[in-house]
């Protein structure tokens, strides 16, 4: 579906109190409310969930499915990358494989990056019966304020950085200097405030006597 239409349709859906801004903030990936996520084949890579944090330690991460509440947390490993508080640009290598997957620089979050109550979606591996996180993309945070990817992560996603990494020395053509460029935390929380608003905190002050 378009992403105008998308759009217009959850903003109807919010008005009309169908969807909830909760279940509007389902990362992709999440999949349809009625069908469990798929069991991932023994040795595959690149597997996708997503879900809400309910905790964080240095070396794993549980997910509480939004479509699928009643679904007990799933607790994941982390890969030697995470756990050392590295960047995860590169691939997880399927032994025996030709080609391997791309790794989008919004999953390159770290793990610290990372708080309880985040939306996200993972790309994990299934390894010897375990699961392991290798990717995480950072969706939403209930304070509204996704935290910025790492710089290095960023700027695989600005063409004028990716230019002068391939070209280096060489001027930066103006149709891609001058092309307007918007870091993804900035996109997302633009998103997440023109669509769902979180709700502010009411206070109440003491009764006036009429």
Known sequence: MPRTIWSLTLVSLLASGIVSPVAAGIPRGQGAADVPPLEPKEGSVNNDYAGIVTKVTKDSITLQSINRPKDAPWTFGVSETLAAGKVPVEPRRQPGARYTYSVMPEYMYRLTDVKVGDSIAIGYARLNGADIC????????????????PKEAEDLRDSREVWKTRHPGRPVPDVIANRRYTPYHEQQNAYWARIAPMPREVKIGPAVAP
């Open 134 to 149: 290798d990717h995480i993309r950072i969706w939403r945070r209930p304070d509204g304020l996704v935290p910025p990817l």
